[in-house]
């Protein structure tokens, strides 16, 4: 007797999951290990301050534009950006938390590409 299933066909589980659920759980993946990057705390009176290395700056626009995206994470106090020595230098508001992914998402939002972020010692 013949079959009339093609051997072709693929055999699906109602419980797998489908490619665009994958997808979601991949990109979730990634955003949580983006989010257990280092965290800066400001535990003293004064607040930590982070300096932060940026590619990308040429002109004293670029600065301007820099310090006010950097002004937008909560928990940040105040900017000081050096075009000469290509840094950012960053102070928290006392008692507040800071993710690098904060920090480098302001630094690519106002279009430039971070590098290396350090912070007081004792570090994160």
Known sequence: MASHYSSNAAIRSPHAASPLKLLWVMMALALLA???KPVWSAESAQGAVI?????????????YGLRKELLTVPGVKSVLVSLRKSHATVTLDPGTTVTDAQIRHAIHEAGFSPAKITGPAGGH
Do not use: D, E, I, L
């Open 51 to 63: 300096v932060v290395q940026v590619n990308g700056m040429s002109c004293p626009f670029c600065t």
């Open 34 to 36: 983006v989010a257990a």
